[in-house]
């Protein structure tokens, strides 16, 4: 338990909330590109995180796998144990991610369902036909730094992402399906 000790009642968690609502608006970089404003709220605004907290939220996040968004679910974890308890702790993690996550999350499903229903529109199809080149790179670069990082995989791996990309373009089978067959095989050290 942390010895920073602070007393949070239900408009302090709203408030945090809701300035993870206009954070998530802000973040264009990502929610990193935000971390001043957090810092500004969080350390020096209220008090409820010590600049050692902050410092190590972010620090463990990027060092980590996984999506650097994590920081703020640390930051959010802080401010609860801060608070006196892993209950509190969880509200926290659950405030901060709920908030930076949400207004991001309807926005790029709104902007979607546009594309989807003005696919028509001569402008949406010259942006969908621009990305697809470039997605298509971008996922195969990520194969290719995956592939290689793998270490002993060697021609299962290559045979896995070619096997799946060749599933992708020619059936109808979910991505997800894939992907979760994918983990079972590392799961399981085929791959």
Do not use: C
């Not at 968004?69 to 209950?87: E, P």
């Not at 930076?100 to 989807?116: C, D, E, K, N, R």
């Amino acid at each position: 338990m942390s010895t920073h000790q602070i007393v949070l009642g239900w408009q302090d968690w709203l408030d945090l909330f809701a300035h993870y609502l206009m954070l998530s608006m802000m973040s264009l970089g990502g929610a990193i590109s935000t971390s001043a404003d957090m810092h500004r709220y969080l350390v020096e605004q209220q008090g409820w995180l010590t600049q050692a907290q902050f410092n190590e939220s972010i620090a463990l996040a990027q060092a980590a796998p996984g999506p650097n968004v994590l920081f703020v679910a640390l930051m959010g974890w802080h401010v609860g144990l801060n608070a006196g308890s892993t209950t509190a702790a969880a509200l926290g993690v659950f405030t901060t991610m709920l908030g930076i996550m949400l207004p991001s999350t309807v926005f790029t499903y709104q902007v979607a369902q546009w594309g989807h229903r003005n696919r028509e529109l001569r402008a949406v199809r010259a942006f969908k036909q621009g990305m697809a080149p470039l997605v298509i790179g971008m996922l195969l670069s990520t194969a290719w730094l995956l592939a290689t990082a793998g270490g002993g995989a060697g021609w299962r791996l290559w045979l896995l992402a070619v096997a799946s990309g060749l599933l992708i373009w020619r059936t109808r089978i979910h991505l997800l399906w894939l992907l979760g067959a994918g983990a079972l095989l590392g799961a399981f050290g085929l791959v």
